[in-house]
């Protein structure tokens, strides 16, 4: 075959081409710090990359799940924690307005500071977080209480005692709200009981007495309302409850982390330019077009002087 000047020109100007195309692949990687600008650079990083991000997106996602998580759990705590307060409270109440020295109307006043009490009982169990109440099931948009009692609006409906849940990681979900209604309930029972019988003159110490320990029927003599000490275990064993819980989260939450440094790990190694070896080929690109020019320069007539010499 016979090779002219024109298929030397053109073997040499695709040479060139290709060595710039090399050039212009290792700069874009060095200037963005990415092995690949567009997915066409490399499908298999590239998809690799993007199933990468994905559970970067998803860890971010359950990360602020968990926040908001323990968001709920905290401020049921705190508002369970200021319940036993007023309990512990009430209990010194009790024992005070037992003595027989009292008078009926100290009586009547401490009766006045349980009635207070009471009511503040009942804006516990309308705790908000923003604008969710967070003892009222999922409907968070209703306080537990209105008029000083159960919301009539939510009274007797399933979803009082229905369960909040999270997705805390791939598959897992967690209960973050503690349903109130029945303990409230109680503890609103109760402390109208108590009214009751520190407005009542002729209670004697031995039946205030029996209000710590023991258990009253309700209004209509149908049910056991549990008494101080009842109420107050039972606030225990859901602060308990919830202890667990926030250690859960922690675990959780810490478990997230790891997994976080590990993808975008894998994500680096994936897809980060080595910029050791990047510098290096685009040195070595750099010496194989320069000897393609000097070698070019050669083999290509500058003129036709050039090709008649």
Do not use: C
């Amino acid at each position: 075959m016979r090779v002219t000047q024109s298929m030397l020109s053109n073997n040499m100007l695709r040479n060139l081409n290709t060595s710039y195309n090399k050039m212009s692949k290792l700069q874009d990687q060095m200037n963005s710090g990415s092995l690949i600008n567009r997915p066409s650079d490399d499908p298999v990083i590239a998809v690799k990359g993007m199933g990468y991000r994905v559970d970067l997106d998803k860890n971010a996602q359950y990360q602020r799940n968990i926040n908001e998580a323990h968001t709920w759990v905290d401020s049921t705590d705190e508002a369970l924690d200021q319940v036993g307060t007023s309990l512990i409270r009430v209990k010194e109440l009790i024992v005070q307005a037992a003595n027989d020295t009292n008078t009926p109307d100290e009586r009547k006043k401490i009766g006045e500071e349980i009635s207070q009490i009471r009511e503040q009982f009942r804006d516990l169990a309308n705790s908000k977080i923003g604008d969710n109440y967070i003892f009222s099931g999922t409907y968070t948009n209703r306080p537990l209480f209105s008029d000083g009692a159960i919301n009539p609006e939510i009274a007797g409906q399933d979803g009082l005692t229905k369960s909040i849940d999270m997705n805390v990681f791939d598959g897992i979900s967690m209960k973050v709200n503690t349903t109130g209604v029945d303990y409230f309930q109680k503890v609103d029972e109760f402390m109208g009981q108590l009214e009751g019988i520190l407005n009542n003159k002729d209670i004697t110490s031995e039946e205030i007495g029996a209000a710590l320990g023991a258990e009253f029927e309700n209004a209509g003599g149908t049910a056991k309302i549990p008494a101080l000490d009842g109420l107050h275990s039972t606030v225990l064993t859901m602060r308990a409850e919830i202890g667990a819980k926030q250690n859960r989260l922690e675990l959780m939450q810490n478990r997230l982390e790891i997994q976080e440094l590990n993808v975008t790990k894998q994500l680096s190694e994936n897809e980060d330019t080595d910029y050791a070896k990047a510098i290096t080929d685009m040195t070595t690109a750099e010496s194989i077009h320069q000897a393609s020019l000097s070698v070019g320069a050669k083999i290509i007539q500058q003129t036709l002087v050039d090709f008649i010499r």
